[in-house]
Each structure stands twice: as structure tokens, then as C-alpha cells.
């Protein structure tokens, strides 16, 4: 049963270009959560996810960012015309359900660089 | 201030040395989660609880909910214990689902 996947592991980008994130949960989760660190900084929640579903995004910027998880495929996120402050690490991770009790298992993550 | 607090922020230690590294929370919470994210970024969880105590090997992790104080400790330290270690809750007021709020991580060093 292979892990959380992300990619690209690495993205690289110029300010104004468009990042698409891409996670794909372990076989049998349908609940999937993106959380951001920035440099020196903690974790931060962005989205969670259900599938075709968005269930919680308050912590997403208001701007430019956006989140999928389509029935078919994996969950998306997408930052448009990405800025400098967007460089960060994205992580990814899915639990089998929502419910209170649940550890989530993360992804190895998507360091994004905008130049 | 921050929902989820840790210290200390930095640690450094020698190998065989019992570590312990501490979290207070401000809210209430369902349920607490220590994570371990090595220097090439990546997060495993180590531990979920929400009462008692519990040990994997050398790591046991225990909980107060009354005092709203969790703590981590690692037994006979390895340099390969080194790493940033991050306290991690679910907010009883979450109903939609596990969303964490974390703690800023310790920055734990093991010297050989």
C-alpha cells in the first residue's frame, strides 16, 4: 500500500506563472488536507477536502489559490500568478474518513520556488 | 499568542541522553498529535493521543488534559533521532473533519 504521493517533489516558477500541486492519497482515503510551511515558519492549514467536496478551506488565501479533489484523480492545488511569498513547502495528507480521532498520513511534500 | 505552544525551541544533546520536549495547548482538543519532520523535509506521525500515555520503542508520549500539557520524551538519544518535532491538535470545536493546528516544532540535535 504505497504512501501519500506527491509531485513534482520540486517546482520551480517565475512570478506570474501558475503552480499546480498535485497529491494522491493512500488507497482507501477519501479525506485529504493541505497544510503550508514557509520558510523558518510552522505548519499551517489550508484546505480539507472530501471527495468533490470542499469541506473546510479557511486557511486558503482569499486570491489565486484554489483546491480540487475530483472524483476520479488526484486533489489539486493550484496557485495562480504566484508571487515570491507563495515559496514554500506544500504538504499533502489523507485520512480514511473525517471523523475526530484521526491520524492523517502525509506526503513527502512540494517545494515550491518562485523566482 | 498561539493556540499550541512548545518548548523548548531548540535542543541540543548528547547520544544516550533522556530527552523530553513539551507542549501546552489553549483550547480544547479531541485529540493530540506528536510528528517528526526529518532535515529532507518529510513528516511521519509518531503519536496520536488523547489520554494516557503511549510508547513506540524508545519514544513514549504522554498527556494531561486537565492541565492541557503534553510531552514527548525520547529514551537513549541517537544522533539519528535528530530532527524537528512538531506538536500537532484537533480542536474539539472542529467538526468538519481533523484539521491540526501546530505547534512552531523543537529543533531536536543529537550529537554523537
Known amino acids: 500500500n504505497a504512501g501519500v504521493m506527491q509531485n513534482p517533489r520540486h517546482l520551480v516558477r517565475r512570478r506570474g506563472q501558475e503552480a499546480r500541486l498535485r497529491c494522491s492519497p493512500m488507497k482507501g482515503h477519501s479525506h485529504v488536507y493541505w497544510y503550508r510551511q514557509l520558510p523558518e515558519e510552522g505548519l499551517k492549514f489550508m484546505v480539507y477536502l472530501q471527495k468533490e467536496n470542499i469541506i473546510d478551506e479557511s486557511g486558503m488565501p482569499k486570491e489565486r489559490f484554489s483546491a480540487e479533489f475530483p472524483k476520479e484523480g488526484p486533489s489539486i492545488l493550484r496557485i495562480q500568478q504566484v508571487v515570491r511569498g507563495d515559496s514554500a513547502a506544500y504538504f499533502c495528507a489523507s485520512s480514511p474518513r473525517g471523523l475526530l480521532y484521526n491520524e492523517q498520513f502525509f506526503g513527502p511534500g512540494t517545494r515550491l520556488t518562485v523566482l | 499568542k498561539n493556540e499550541v505552544e512548545q518548548s523548548p525551541q531548540n535542543l541540543t544533546a548528547q547520544e544516550g541522553e533522556f530527552i523530553t520536549i513539551n507542549c501546552s495547548y489553549s483550547?480544547?482538543?479531541?485529540?493530540l498529535h506528536w510528528l517528526q519532520q526529518h532535515p529532507g523535509g518529510g513528516i511521519v506521525s509518531l503519536f496520536m493521543l488523547s489520554s494516557g500515555k503511549k510508547k513506540h520503542g524508545r519514544l513514549i508520549a504522554t498527556i494531561n488534559i486537565q492541565e492541557k500539557h503534553s510531552s514527548l520524551h525520547i529514551t537513549a538519544s541517537h544522533p539519528r533521532d535528530s530532527a524537528v518535532y512538531i506538536c500537532a491538535v484537533t480542536p474539539s470545536r472542529e467538526t468538519s473533519g481533523s484539521r491540526l493546528t501546530f505547534g512552531e516544532g523543537t529543533q531536536l540535535t543529537v550529537n554523537p
Open positions: 483550547v480544547g482538543i479531541s485529540a
